[in-house]
């Protein structure tokens, strides 16, 4: 299994350009989410999907949308890129809803935007 | 109401002494209460979880304490090592959301 994996690893924007973060997982996980971790703030939720075709918002959802058409893979996407929303991000899965299951995280994609 | 404060944010430690790190709550609701572990450059890990039905967990020289009438949980990590140094979360959940709330993380650094 190779778990959670995210590409890309590292990538540099401009202010107003888009793009896609992927993530895909391999264990057959109903949950999938996304988090963003900045300095002094620990991980914060972006969006989260509790099976195909299913998504919601978490606690910083502006500026981001998410889809999920397949139970692997849930990507992230930004509309319009920000200096705000330079950051490293998470992709994260686990085998159902509730909180008792292991969620694992992939290795992350650093994002700087200019 | 659903924060979870950690404290201290950085931690120096001797080989072999005591890592403690705590955390406090305020919502009633949560009932799952996970660490994670996370290397530079990695994603987090689940290092040790517990439950308010018990008020320790112990797994090798990581312990989970928690004083549910005070709304606080402390990580331990007995006999440090450096390869322990990692910034550690922790986090909180219900049963009746699909949500954790982390806390800022603490920088542990283990003096060889």
Redesign the interface.
Known sequence: NAGVTQTPKFQVLKTGQSMTLQCAQDMNHEYMSWYRQDPGMGLRLIHYSVGAGITDQGEVPNGYNVSRSTTEDFPLRLLSAAPSQTSVYFCASRLGQGPYNEQFFGPGTRLTVL | QQQVK?SP?SLIVQKGGISIINCAYENTAFD?F?W?QQFP??????LIAI?PDVSEKKEGRFTISFNKSAKQFSLHIMDSQPGDSATY?CAA???G????I????TRLKVLA
Do not use: D, E, N, V
Request: glycine letters at 16%; a positive charge.
């Open positions: 950690q944010q799952y996970p994670y450059g990695k994603g987090p890990a689940l439950r979360f959940s219900s049963s959301t699909y949500k954790y982390f806390g800022t993380g």
